[in-house]
C-alpha cells in the first residue's frame, strides 16, 4: 500500500517562501516520477513541477525560476522548494506519484498515487 503525505504547507507573505515535502510509505518509489500539482478554489488540478527517475525536471511556466522540485530516494521523499512566492500560487499542494511518459505528466489521470494535500496561502 503505498501512501503519499505532504506536510509544509502555510500562510506566507508575497515574496516568501516555504518547502514542501511529500513522504512515501508503502513502497520504495525510486523508480516512479514524481510530481507536484495544485489546486485553487474553482480552477482546475494543474501540474507544477515533477521529477522523472533519472532526475529530469519539469516546471510550469508560471513558476519556472521560482520553484524547485527535488528528490531524495535513500529517505523515499520529494520535495518542492517555493521561493518568490506570489498570491497566485495559493492553492492546495499535491504530491503525486506515476509512471507518466512526459506528454502525459499535465494529465492528472496518467498518476497513480497522490497525497491528501497541504494547503499554502500566500497573502498579499
Known amino acids: 500500500q503505498v501512501q503519499l503525505v505532504e506536510s509544509g504547507g502555510g500562510l506566507v507573505q508575497a515574496g516568501g517562501s516555504l518547502r514542501l515535502s511529500c513522504a512515501a510509505s508503502g513502497r520504495t518509489l525510486s523508480s516512479y516520477t514524481m510530481g507536484w500539482y495544485r489546486q485553487a478554489p474553482g480552477k482546475e488540478r494543474e501540474l507544477v513541477a515533477a521529477i522523472s527517475s533519472g532526475g529530469s525536471t519539469y516546471y510550469a511556466d508560471s513558476v519556472k525560476g521560482r520553484f524547485t522540485i527535488s528528490r531524495d530516494n535513500a529517505k523515499n521523499m520529494v520535495s518542492l522548494q517555493m521561493n518568490s512566492l506570489k498570491p497566485e500560487d495559493t492553492a492546495v499542494y499535491h504530491c503525486?506519484?506515476?509512471?507518466?511518459?512526459?506528454?502525459?505528466?499535465?494529465?492528472?489521470?496518467?498518476?497513480?498515487?497522490w497525497g491528501r494535500g497541504t494547503q499554502v496561502t500566500v497573502s498579499s
Open positions: 503525486a506519484a506515476g509512471l507518466p511518459a512526459y506528454d502525459a505528466y499535465w494529465n492528472p489521470q496518467r498518476w497513480n498515487y
